[in-house]
């Protein structure tokens, strides 16, 4: 059954009301929206006073064309843009009333990930699932409100390359403790269902590093992988950046910039978690993204 609503207006207010409204397509999705208002000049003035990007404008100016190159090369993104990366990294420091200018940095962005791991928890797993078909909602191009289920095939062949930027300080709670980023590929030989881990084991105390390795033969037929951070019989925390999972020419790492570790739904990925779910999360463990100071 459709799930309706109802709005009762006042007589004096109808005209108003009603000279608001627009029919919007009634073939797909028959609805009535508000009509878009273009902004007055108060309004725009209200909203530049409450907007970051005023300062980071006269930041990004001051600086010499040498600096605004720097921080164009330290983008990861495939579309390189300086501008864009200054702007993420700045925004951040003044919401969280830090002073002074944000610092290019190969390592990290704006935001990291971060683990930490407090007593009496000595153990956290997160996982990121990539099967090899899933669907996620996509948006249909020139509909503005408009999304359709798209299947993702997500077709694994080797090599795989994973690496990751981090910074690590922990403390070992007993034998056999390691920190380490790992791919769990399976793959299949006469019938057999077989698992293979490409590891990247992190130091307990290092300063900002940036790793990564490739597996290119296994034998049989690789069908698909999973990633892993998985932290063991240590207290402190990690910070990371930069997840890359990448095979057939294309990083599938979700969230690989950690703007959002935590968020273990979205409506889009309905059918895979977002970025990173928890296997082991006992009390005093936590992962979340922050802005590394």
Known sequence: MAKTGHIQVAPELEDQFYSDLQTMDRYVIPRIRAKAKALSAAQKKAIAGRSYLTICSGLWAGLSDAAKQIWKDVDPDPQQH????????????IRLGLGGMATPNQYHQDLVGKLLIQAPAEEIKLAQIHPSSYWIYQKVTGKKDMYE?????????????????????FVSTGPGSFVKLYADIRHLYQGINKSTNLE?????????????????????????????IHLYKVTGELLFDNI????????????????????????????????????????????????PT
């Open 82 to 93: 300086g501008w864009r990366t200054f702007v993420a990294d700045q925004c951040n420091r």
């Open 149 to 169: 289920m798209v299947e993702v095939e997500e077709m694994f062949s080797l090599p795989l390359k994973i690496g990751i930027s981090y910074k690590s300080n």
């Open 244 to 291: 890359i999972a990448e095979h057939n020419a294309q990083n599938w790492a979700r969230d690989p910039f950690c703007k959002d570790i935590n968020r273990v739904f979205t409506r889009q990925f309905s059918q895979v978690l977002a970025n990173w779910t928890p296997m082991i999360l006992p009390t005093g463990a936590s992962y979340q993204s922050v802005y």
């Open 200 to 228: 990247i084991d992190i130091p307990l105390i290092a300063g900002w590093t940036k790793l990564d390795i490739t597996e290119t033969t296994l034998i049989g037929q690789a069908v698909s992988f999973n990633l892993y």
